[in-house]
């Protein structure tokens, strides 16, 4: 099946009790034996839930995978990866990561003695002299956030097996409508399904795709044992999003393509960061690994003011100033006081995150009224 159809069909088949067509959202936290172990493959919702179970087949045909499980958010997700590790393990990770994914890293998981290096990897030199004996993990984000930086899947991969390193990716930005890390090489994928899965800012979720069944008996243990699992009413929602991710993501990229233009042109921009342009130090990357280049978009102001970056935020009447991304809706956010403050400002502004900066999550309403509503703002300022 090509991507189109897997979004809608892949997993799915109409429930065997009533023949519902859409998978019904089954709440029930327990399931009938009928004689002790004797069951129909459900025994306890933590364990495995029929609406979990569609979508999480759902998200590892998408992904290329074999196996998914679904998490009560995104971070619950990296949360379970990193439970794989012990202390005196080693991960290696960006240094333009995601700000919930640095704090999890560093203010959960290091205390426990998990150690981890932040590296940028733009320049592939950077993984291979932070690799010890003890590197167990690779954890990579591409596009990253907010920087959109793109990383290459394949060449860490191929560090990565060199050094027998798993290596992880935060898929969320791209999708697997425009990437699909394990077909480069990647052995675990990550979502923040809040995002572009779901596509319609109602829900909260996390997933994991991996395709070594050995990873996945792991990370299946450790989503049992730890129980961040989802509801199956979430459940539910995240499904009936992927439908339409294709649909939702062809547009997301063709209005990106726009905005990111039309801020490039403008005088009172600086620097528009998207990988779509040709002189984006990483377009060929992008274009090599990505099927389109997305439709998020981060920008500075000359003079690189943050008077300057709030007033154009708040002008905003299309795009709404919240945090999170992929939904319909244009979304607008200011990394270094919303999405990034738990990031040390010496740490962020290395990697570019600086007062002036502006993410946008271009969301699927007319692209005109969205160059409008940039207009009127940057007009205010
Ligand atoms: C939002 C996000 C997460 C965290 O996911 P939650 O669902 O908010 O817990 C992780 N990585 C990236 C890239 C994100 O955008």
Redesign the pocket.
Known sequence: MRFGTKVIHAGLAPDPATGAVMTPIYQTSTYHQKTPGEHKGFQYSRSGNPTRKALEDNLAALENGTYGMCFG????A?DAVIKMFKPGDEIISTDDL?G??YRIFTKIFEPFGIKFKFVAMSDLANIEAAVTANTKLIWI?TPT?PMMNIIDIEAVSKIAKEHNILLAV?N??ATPYLQTPLDLGADIV?H????YLGGHSDV???ALICKDEKIAEQLYFIQNSSGAICGPQDSFLVLRGIKTLHLRMQRHCENGKVIAHYLKNHPKVDQVYWPGFEEHPNHAVAKKQMKDFGGMISFTIKGNRKEDAFKLMSSLKVFTLAE??GGVESLTCHPVTMTHAAIPKKEREKSGVIDSLIRLSVGVEDVNDLTDDLEAALASI
């Not at 958010?73 to 619950?76: E, I, M, N």
């Not at 923040?192 to 995002?195: C, L, R």
């Open positions: 958010s995104g971070v619950a990296i995601y919930g994914s984000e956030n935060d969320t930005f990550m923040s399904a809040t995002k909260v979720m996390g999170s991304l």
